[in-house]
T-cell receptor
Framework: AQSVTQLGSHVSVSEGALVLLRCNYS??????LFWYVQYPNQGLQLLLK??????LVKGINGFEAEFKKSETSFHLTKPSAHMSDAAEYFC?????????FGDGTTLTVKP | GAVVSQHPSWVICKSGTSVKIECRSL??????MFWYRQFPKQSLMLMAT?????????EQGVEKDKFLINHASLTLSTLTVTSAHPEDSSFYIC??????????????FGPGTRLTVT
């Protein structure tokens, strides 16, 4: 069985501030982990993925995430938030051909 | 990257009618596609896994007779909501796995279809 917990359904930051979105996972086997972004009334866009290579993964739009096995975490960060980063973010774990998504975190960026 | 399209992007139908949603992989052949349902401000819920040439695998609690899935070709899967009711109103998203990719289990998502049943 696998599951994902995203801590904080809403995160608000000021423009230019650090973005930190938290994700913890549970998986019985080594996981494949993903972060997706969703804008209103759109599908999901892949930000980055962890597939057992480097533990620090760099994605698009300046985002990165670090896989920490000891903490079963895969937190998403961005050094400096931009207004265009305001969206819904989903963490997902994949195994045996199925993906399980977290509940999502709404990121608000204040000017 | 791989592109997945959905049609229509939004649809309004009357209660009791059926609606078909198409999911296409535009530049790759997808042996496996997935159908998700998303309620407002909520996460994606996997409804079923669609496999080309065979019956779809439905998740627990999803009515297979109500949500008919057909994966007739390697680039097309369809979801038909039969006898739709207002509670079926939702955002439906499909995804497809590109077997050519080096990253296993990576899915490419369609833009979604907003269904409103009146």
């Amino acid at each position: 069985a696998q599951s994902v917990t995203q801590l904080g359904s809403h995160v608000s930051v000021s423009e230019g501030a650090l973005v930190l979105l938290r994700c913890n996972y549970s998986s019985s086997v080594p996981p494949y982990l993903f972060w997706y972004v969703q804008y209103p009334n759109q599908g999901l866009q892949l930000l980055l993925k962890y597939t057992s290579a480097a533990t620090l993964v760099k994605g698009i739009n300046g985002f990165e995430a670090e896989f920490k096995k000891s903490e079963t975490s895969f937190h998403l960060t961005k050094p400096s938030a931009h207004m265009s980063d305001a969206a819904e973010y989903f963490c997902a774990v994949a195994n045996a051909g199925k993906s399980t998504f977290g509940d999502g975190t709404t990121l608000t960026v204040k000017p | 990257g791989a592109v997945v399209s959905q049609h229509p992007s939004w649809v309004i139908c009357k209660s009791g009618t059926s609606v078909k949603i198409e999911c296409r992989s535009l530049d790759f052949q997808a042996t496996t596609m997935f159908w998700y349902r998303q309620f407002p401000k909520q996460s994606l819920m996997l409804m079923a896994t669609s496999n080309e040439g065979s019956k779809a695998t439905y998740e627990q609690g999803v009515e297979k007779d109500k949500f008919l899935i057909n994966h007739a070709s390697l680039t097309l899967s369809t979801l038909t909501v039969t006898s739709a009711h207002p509670e079926d109103s939702s955002f439906y998203i499909c995804s497809a796995r590109d077997p050519r990719g080096g990253a296993m289990y990576e899915q490419y998502f369609g833009p979604g279809t907003r269904l409103t049943v009146t």
